[in-house]
């Protein structure tokens, strides 16, 4: 099955530098998310993006929707520790009605210098 | 609201043996999934269910893997006979038929190792 490629691999930063990310995909999507995912735990979302050109805010968290519809991209403002863990983009092929599976990335490793 | 529920939370196994895996969605979600997550990779679907039919099962290895969801609630997945490269989280997440974005929900996950 597809994947989505998603970049960077991994990220050493600073507390309180800005973090961006992004992700592409050979084929379109209706819908892209973005997950955080801690260990032992699920992914859980971060946001959402059902339109494209569509630019979210989530706190300190802002995420846009490709013009193409075959990227998207997630920023992170002023890191805090809490902030480290895997970050992971995802799309959808149809939004709202039925609800479809996601094809995920990789997964982007966020990691906190103090 | 209670979140999705997954037992056990970890299982290893001899290669060969078989296991199985449980899942309680949220109340009310029709639709409820099974990924697979292999150590360092995100979440590849196996099988997604709409209440008690199967919506999407293609990337399920069907030669050893199989998933019932009865009731159109609780579901199992099983593994029959398990490999070593099975080692993976087994993630099961739930959503509501008219799907938005925030009510699609993962559990914590069947985290198994085959030796």
């Known amino acids: 099955g597809q994947q989505l490629n998603q970049s960077p691999q991994s990220m050493f930063i600073q507390e309180g530098e800005d973090v961006s990310m992004n992700c592409t995909s050979s084929?379109?999507?209706?819908?892209w998310l973005w997950y955080k995912q801690d260990p032992g735990e699920g992914p859980v979302l971060l946001i959402a993006?059902?339109?494209?050109?569509e630019l979210t805010s989530n706190g300190r968290l802002t995420a846009q929707f490709g013009i193409t519809r075959k990227d998207s991209f997630l920023n992170i403002s002023a890191s805090i520790p809490s902030d480290v863990g895997i970050y992971f983009c995802?799309?959808?092929?149809?939004?709202?009605?039925?609800?479809?599976?996601?094809?995920f990335g990789k997964g982007t490793h966020l990691i906190i210098q103090p | 609201e209670a979140g999705v529920a997954q037992s056990p939370r970890y299982k290893i196994i001899e290669k060969r043996q078989s296991v199985a895996f449980w899942c309680n969605p949220i109340?009310?979600?029709?639709?409820l999934y099974w990924y697979q997550q292999i150590l360092g990779q995100g979440p590849k679907l196996l099988i997604q269910?709409?209440?008690?039919?199967?919506?999407?099962d293609s990337q399920l290895p069907k030669d050893r893997f199989s998933a019932e969801r009865l009731k159109g609630v609780d579901s199992t997945l099983k593994i029959q006979p398990a490999k070593l490269e099975d080692s993976a989280v087994y993630l099961c997440?739930?959503?509501?038929?008219?799907?938005?974005?925030?009510?699609?929900?993962f559990g914590s996950g069947t985290r198994l190792t085959v030796v």
């Open positions: 997440a739930s959503s509501y038929k008219g799907w938005s974005g925030y009510g699609y929900t």
């Open positions: 084929s379109i999507f209706n819908t």
């Open positions: 993006l059902y339109k494209a050109g």
């Open positions: 995802a799309g959808q092929l149809r939004s709202g009605g039925g609800a479809d599976g996601l094809t």
């Open positions: 109340s009310g979600h029709a639709t």
């Open positions: 269910f709409q209440n008690n039919g199967v919506v999407d």
